[in-house]
């Protein structure tokens, strides 16, 4: 699950873990990465593909790389473009070692990322939710979307299509996700 922060990514992935077996399913959240992480993405994230009959949900994936780092600037642009350049192969090669690939994006529009920001500002339950990055994020609205749009044309391929869900209404984005996940 890619997409922006308040997009609904957690809360989308903790209504498909409820009831499934904790053995067979896990959720993988990096947040920002490590120097030797950044040095091996790819590797970072071979580790942590499931292994046959397991699932994994990434709260972000091997695709912050083209979106949210350059966009904060914890990748330089070498980075950047070797990624951009690499990943639609790593993916093949995933998928041909019978990795089942489902790349899912859900959109939030800026109104109601910052009506969830103010949410999280103001209650008691969800105020440890808001981080100063999501706010400089936010300002940096224009280029993290241009980043995504070139995201989504390099690298959603017929073997590895993005899905976008418009996540505006949560409960929505939820059935939506789930029912191209179960289709």
């Known amino acids: 699950f890619e997409g922006r922060d308040a997009a609904g990514k957690g809360g989308t992935i903790k209504r498909f873990v409820e009831y499934l077996i904790p053995k067979n399913a896990k959720v993988v959240e990096l947040g920002i990465p ?10 970072t994230y071979e580790k942590l593909l499931p292994k046959p009959g397991k699932i994994v949900f990434f709260d972000r994936s091997w695709y912050s790389r083209s979106t949210i780092q350059p966009s904060m600037g914890y ?4 980075q950047y473009d070797y990624f951009m350049k ?7 090669k995933q998928i041909n070692n019978e990795l089942i690939l489902l790349k899912i994006y859900l ?3 800026k109104n109601i990322q910052n009506f969830r920001f103010e949410t999280r500002m103001t209650s008691k339950l969800k105020y440890w939710k808001l981080s100063d990055n999501d706010i400089v994020a ?6 993290f979307t241009n980043f995504k749009d070139q995201m989504f044309q390099k690298t959603s391929t017929s073997i590895a299509p993005w899905v976008l869900i418009k996540s505006n209404n949560k409960l929505v984005a ?3 996700a789930m029912r191209y996940v179960l289709n």
Do not use: G, M
């Open 107 to 109: 959109s939030v529009n």
């Open 86 to 92: 690499k990943v639609n192969k790593w993916e093949k």
């Open 34 to 43: 490590t120097k030797k992480q950044s040095k091996n993405w790819f590797k």
């Open 75 to 78: 990748c330089n642009k070498s």
């Open 138 to 143: 936010q300002n940096k609205w224009n280029v």
């Open 174 to 176: 939820r059935l939506n």
